[in-house]
């Protein structure tokens, strides 16, 4: 059974940092596209970023030069290191995965495996 957990969300204020954590199971985390999501009150989820399993990675515009996504393949985790956060970064965050590979990276529709999220608030 595949299992995603997400871990290191929490309030933080304008240019603080966070990291976000998403331990994965039941699957072969190494061969799975992943990706990190986020949903604000009223919106839809959006793409964050998003990582192959050739370690491709994908930014959407808003959090180029900022975030950074990973994967320790070793500990089937995904990492996401949030800088310089903004109040608009606020939302609850979720990781994804898929078997890939994913064409829309960025896409919610292209992942069929889901964490219970992780909340994150930027107050300034």
């Known amino acids: 059974q595949v299992r995603l957990v997400e871990s290191g969300g929490g309030s933080v204020q304008v240019g603080g940092s966070l990291r976000l954590s998403c331990e994965g199971s039941g699957f072969t985390f190494r061969t799975y596209d992943m990706g990190w999501f986020r949903q604000a009150p009223g919106k839809e989820r959006e793409g964050v970023a998003a990582?192959?399993?050739?370690?491709?990675?994908t930014y959407a515009d808003s959090v180029k030069g900022r975030f950074t996504i990973s994967r320790d393949n070793a500990k089937d985790t995904l990492s996401l290191q949030m800088n310089s956060l903004k109040p608009e970064d606020s939302g609850l965050y979720y990781c994804?995965?898929?078997?890939?590979?994913?064409?829309?990276?960025?896409?919610?529709?292209?992942?069929?495996?889901w964490g219970q999220g992780t909340q994150v608030t930027v107050s300034s």
């Open positions: 990582i192959s399993s050739g370690r491709t990675t």
């Open positions: 994804a995965a898929y078997p890939g590979p994913v064409t829309q990276r960025l896409a919610a529709w292209e992942y069929n495996y």
